[in-house]
């Protein structure tokens, strides 16, 4: 078992920055990528970006740019820096770590207004 808890969001301007992070404990061990989504009220769920063990990064076309997903080994965190915030950033970011199957936190509310 994996747990994630996630934390950082909030409310913020437009143009405005916030930093989730996403800290992992239990059976870390072969965990081969941590990344987070997103979903809006009455939209579907979206991928924003991940970072595998490698350290290689992908990123949704909306919000290249503009976030940035890094990891602490040492601390067994994953962290997603969201710069240039706009409206439609606004959701519940929700943290997930894939082994063979995904592992997802509880999820943290993002509000940006206009």
């Known amino acids: 078992q994996v747990q994630l808890v996630e934390s950082g969001g909030g409310l913020v301007q437009a143009g405005g920055s916030l930093r989730l992070s996403c800290a992992a404990s239990?059976?870390?061990?072969?965990?081969?990528?941590m990344g987070w989504y997103r979903q809006a009220p009455g939209k579907q769920r979206e991928f924003v970006a991940q970072?595998?063990?490698?350290?290689?990064?992908t990123y949704a076309d909306s919000v290249k740019g503009r976030f940035t997903i890094s990891r602490d080994n040492a601390k067994n965190t994953v962290y997603l820096q969201m710069n240039s915030l706009k409206p439609e950033d606004t959701a519940v970011y929700s943290c997930?770590?894939?082994?063979?199957?995904?592992?997802w936190g509880q999820g943290t509310q993002v509000t940006v207004s206009s």
């Open positions: 239990g059976s870390i061990r072969g965990i081969n990528a």
């Open positions: 997930y770590a894939f082994i063979s199957s995904p592992y």
């Open positions: 970072i595998t063990s490698a350290c290689s990064t």
